[in-house]
């Protein structure tokens, strides 16, 4: 089964500041039809998880361009440019690239400093 | 618009059976795998079924392989979960997923004598 490494467990961010968070994979993430099916989540107290990126860096539709992913094969991170009040919460990668089982990571918290 | 309504959910004895369900709206559920996904109170996400758009690809995490049955009614827009053989690690919110797309408000399983 694939393992996805989040780092780090938990952030602490002044509003305004880049926050950048780590998500690694024990296999390349990339499947035989040439894409990565990597995706990240938010979950904000209270609330469902909502999709923010996938395929690696693909904004879904109404998420700030503030939210940038990046990465390849097995290394993988989420950057937060000014990090906004609405933005804290738990933060997840999931992968669908390899047969199931399909795997999150740990997730790693954003608070305030 | 995508949306997602998970029912079914509930307190139930270990050892019971539950069967949730998922009804779908907004775009044209019998093109799609779907997923279901649950949260333990406290706990990071858990993948724990998938379904192909024809039902002929089913997976399970090993979690709930054998107890678990995933199906569908693509006549009806409908996405299931039979549960078997409750046991306390499985209570948790539980999540319809359709891939790259907002997920629901989860449907909450409570194992408990």
């Known amino acids: 089964d694939v393992v996805l490494t989040q780092t780090p467990v938990s952030l602490s961010v002044t509003l305004g500041d880049q926050a950048s968070i780590s998500c690694r994979s024990s296999?390349?993430?990339?499947?035989?039809?040439?894409?990565?099916?990597l995706e990240w989540y938010l979950q904000k107290p209270g609330q469902s998880p909502q999709l923010l990126i996938y395929e690696v860096s693909n904004r879904f539709s109404g998420v700030p361009d503030r939210f940038i992913g990046s990465g390849s094969g097995t290394d993988f991170t989420l950057k937060i440019s000014r990090v906004e009040p609405e933005d804290l919460g738990v933060y997840y990668c999931f992968q669908a690239t390899h047969d199931p089982p399909y795997t999150f990571g740990a997730g790693t918290k954003l608070e305030l400093k | 618009e995508v949306q997602l309504v998970e029912s079914g959910g509930g307190l139930v004895q270990p050892g019971r059976s539950l069967k949730l369900s998922c009804v779908a709206s907004?775009?044209?559920?019998?093109?799609?795998?779907m997923n279901w996904i649950r949260q333990a109170p406290g706990k990071g996400l858990e993948w724990v079924a998938y379904i192909s758009s024809g039902s002929s690809y089913i997976y399970y995490a090993e979690t709930v392989k054998g107890r678990f049955t995933i199906s569908r009614d693509n006549a009806k827009n409908t996405l299931y979960l039979q549960m078997t053989s409750l046991r306390s690690e499985d209570t948790a919110l539980y999540y319809c997923?359709?891939?790259?797309?907002?997920w629901g408000q989860g449907t909450l399983v409570t194992v408990s004598s």
């Open positions: 907004g775009f044209t559920f019998s093109n799609y795998g």
């Open positions: 997923a359709r891939p790259v797309s907002p």
């Open positions: 296999q390349s993430l990339e499947y035989s039809d040439g894409y990565t099916y």
